[in-house]
């Protein structure tokens, strides 16, 4: 097992993982599908590759990602542009979504400008893989200068919840359904 940065022919395994890791409900039909994309995924490997990471198996195939976007201000300007605008083509609920996910990191990104996500195949977590790519993602953000990190996480997540406090992610907001969780680099 190795963890490196992401490469543009990562993407498609990439998509894969992130489909293959979601709820249900994220992947019940095409739109879902692509909206789940849209929202978790596409902006990172199109606009942030330099900022995402893979880990991969004896075959260098990615079975695990982090991808994450050191500025929200350039997300939030990017991600309207290009995500949001697709999003408005799939549905209401759909854009309602991703005005969501901007608007549930703006109070916090002055302290915590980057955000990220993780997805590993099922089969490779609970191995301390997780704990690696944050690792790494960590240690590439401070090296760039940037003071602090937040995800969203699903409450009803516990081991998703316990794994983030473990790394030392404290909780900043609970929202309807979800928890916004931070560390300082």
């Known amino acids: 097992m190795n963890i490196r940065k992401m490469l ?53 195939c990615a079975v695990g990602y982090i991808l994450c976007t050191p500025s929200y201000k350039v997300y939030k300007k990017e991600f309207c542009k290009t995500e949001l605008r697709k999003l408005t083509t799939i549905s ?12 549930g ?25 997780g704990g690696k790519l944050l690792l790494a993602l960590c240690e590439h953000l401070k090296s760039s200068g940037v003071p602090g990190l937040m995800l969203i996480v699903d409450s009803k997540n516990f081991n998703a919840v316990k794994f983030y406090k473990k790394h030392g992610f404290k909780e900043i907001k609970a929202l309807a359904g979800g928890i916004i969780m931070g560390v300082k680099l």
């Open 8 to 60: 543009k022919s990562d993407i498609p395994q990439a998509e894969y993982i992130c489909l293959a890791t979601a709820d249900k409900k994220l992947k019940c039909d095409e739109k879902q599908k692509q909206t789940t994309l849209l929202l978790y995924n596409r902006y990172y490997t199109r606009a942030a590759l330099d900022s995402c990471f893979v880990l991969t198996d004896e075959n260098d």
């Open 92 to 103: 209401p609920q759909a854009f309602f979504n991703g005005i969501s996910c901007l608007l």
């Open 105 to 129: 990191n703006m109070p916090y990104a002055k302290d915590y400008p980057a955000h990220m996500h993780i997805d590993i195949l099922p089969e490779y977590q609970a191995k301390g893989y």
